[in-house]
């Protein structure tokens, strides 16, 4: 793969131009979200995720204003928690998001889980829907849904998710749910993208062998295996040179050994959480 091949952004399914990277905030708090995210915008990232259940969305909104960044060229992600799945508290949840964010939209919003013990996604994604066309929210979308989530939701609604927003890394790969994306244009957003949980990815041998050969750092190897995959990321640090490195993956390519040595550390989907059990 030629080092231009893979662009900046991505265009989303309801017409929004989401980054390819963007920077994590969980699990910070207000302070040091608030620092990281400034941090972050003068790095050179667009994309900073955050959520309710992270309880930093207020030292994002901080973090947002104080980097004197416009926000036409920003965008931000959150989610909301299932107390808020239900067809009319959707809109309830984004106000919160945005008065505690001190925003006037949002350019993605979540549902964080499916819950489906609780079985009110259906009717949090109607929610989302309607929601969309109010203009305070520019794309919807869903996190740590499988596909037999997804193919309920889209059966309901006839609409699909701008992005679904999942554990995923050279650990677990997660075909069947890329396979699944794709197929209806749904764009894969990959969260502990360079191993956070579960697995300790960057310390694996073959991920260093591939650092040294490259000259890169072990999570610019693991970001760049995410592109070339043809997936989106949300890496967090707080650490202001690791933010830097994390956005430095555009200008080098991994081989197609590299790619298929880093393809066989998949260990399925026991390397990530369960979302039919897992959830807030």
Request: glycine share 10%; aromatic share 6%; no cysteine.
């Amino acid at each position: 793969m030629t080092n231009d091949a893979i662009s900046t952004t991505v265009t989303l399914l309801h017409g929004a131009e989401m980054p390819r990277i963007g920077a994590g905030t969980w699990p910070l708090k207000d302070d040091e979200a608030e620092r990281v995210v400034a941090d972050a915008l003068t790095a050179g990232y667009r994309l900073i995720d955050t959520a309710q259940a992270y309880g930093n969305e207020r030292g994002v909104g901080r973090g947002l204003r104080a980097a004197g960044v416009d926000r036409g060229d920003i965008f931000v992600t959150s989610k909301f928690n299932k107390e808020w799945h239900g067809r009319d508290l959707v809109a309830e949840a984004a106000k919160n998001s945005l008065d505690t964010l001190g925003l006037e939209y949002l350019d993605l919003l979540l549902i964080h889980w499916p819950n489906p013990g609780h079985d009110r996604y259906v009717e949090a994604w109607e929610g989302l829907v309607q929601l969309l066309e109010s203009g305070l929210v520019r794309a919807i979308g869903t996190s740590n849904f499988k596909p037999a989530h997804l193919e309920r939701i889209i059966a309901a609604t006839g609409v699909a998710p701008d992005v679904n927003q999942i554990q995923l890394s050279p650990a677990s790969t997660r075909a069947a749910s890329r396979a699944f994306h794709a197929g209806y244009g749904i764009v894969t957003q990959s969260w502990s993208p360079i191993g956070g949980q579960g697995v300790r990815v960057l310390d694996l041998p073959e991920v260093g062998a591939i650092a040294e050969e490259t000259g890169r750092t072990p999570a610019q190897v693991v970001l760049r295996w995410h592109l070339q995959t043809g997936l989106t990321a949300v890496p967090k640090s707080a650490d202001p040179q690791r933010l830097r490195q994390n956005l430095d993956v555009y200008d080098f390519a991994l081989t197609d050994a590299q790619m298929a040595a880093l393809n066989d550390l998949d260990q399925g989907e026991s390397a990530v959480v369960d979302s039919d059990v897992a959830g807030h």
